[in-house]
T-cell receptor, first 114, second 115 residues
Framework: AQSVTQLDSQVPVFEEAPVELRCNYS??????LFWYVQYPNQGLQLLLK??????LVKGINGFEAEFNKSQTSFHLRKPSVHISDTAEYFC????????????FGEGTQLTVNP | GAVVSQHPSRVICKSGTSVKIECRSL??????MFWYRQFPKKSLMLMAT?????????EQGVEKDKFLINHASLTLSTLTVTSAHPEDSSFYIC???????????FGPGTRLTVT
């Protein structure tokens, strides 16, 4: 079965600073990778996804992520964060052994301070 | 983009009663819908997968007689929590897809509180 590890449960940063949220997954021949954002008391919104092709994926709200197959990582980055980016971020993976399940990481709480 | 709605957004019910949560795909036909449960400060836990017109597939440890799922059409799935107890209090999120795993759209969630 697939597994996803989000290495940081909480990431505090100051406004306009760069941020990286780390995600590692268990190896699989082929995977689809996703980053979702969840604001308090809301559902999940897709930030970006990697299905195939270019390993650098650009998403909404200025976020991007890089698929690194050799390191089985899919870290999320933003060069300059805003207060409004404060939220919970989930990395998710689907692999060919996953069936009809997305496997979610435990989440990273990003807090942007003024 | 595709929109998934849930109703109600919040519900409070007394212990022993049943409560129904609806999940609708508003602008697309969803071949598959998923039901998740999320505890405070925790990740999403998949409860069941439902396909239109067939019985839901429940994850291990999820009581199918307690969490009844009906997927009556390509745009509607319902989750009924039967004989609810305080430990069923949680945030329930549905998602819908017509092209899993390439895309999955999440509803806004339903906060259930059982008193």
């Amino acid at each position: 079965a697939q597994s996803v590890t989000q290495l940081d449960s909480q990431v505090p940063v100051f406004e306009e600073a760069p941020v990286e949220l780390r995600c590692n997954y268990s190896s699989s021949v082929s995977v689809y990778l996703f980053w979702y954002v969840q604001y308090p008391n809301q559902g999940l919104q897709l930030l970006l996804k990697y299905l195939s092709g270019s390993t650098l994926v650009k998403g909404i709200n200025g976020f991007e992520a890089e698929f690194n197959k050799s390191q089985t990582s899919f870290h999320l980055r933003k060069p300059s964060v805003h207060i409004s980016d404060t939220a919970e971020y989930f990395c998710a993976v689907w692999g060919e052994t996953s069936g009809s399940r997305l496997t979610f990481g435990e989440g990273t709480q990003l807090t942007v301070n003024p | 983009g595709a929109v998934v709605s849930q109703h109600p957004s919040r519900v409070i019910c007394k212990s022993g009663t049943s409560v129904k949560i609806e999940c609708r795909s508003l602008d697309f036909q969803a071949t598959t819908m998923f039901w998740y449960r999320q505890f405070p400060k925790k990740s999403l836990m998949l409860m069941a997968t439902s396909n239109e017109g067939s019985k839901a597939t429940y994850e291990q440890g999820v009581e199918k007689d307690k969490f009844l799922i009906n997927h009556a059409s390509l745009t509607l799935s319902t989750l009924t929590v039967t004989s609810a107890h305080p430990e069923d209090s949680s945030f329930y999120i549905c998602s819908a897809t017509k092209d899993f795993p390439r895309e999955q759209y999440f509803g806004p969630g339903t906060r259930l509180t059982v008193t």
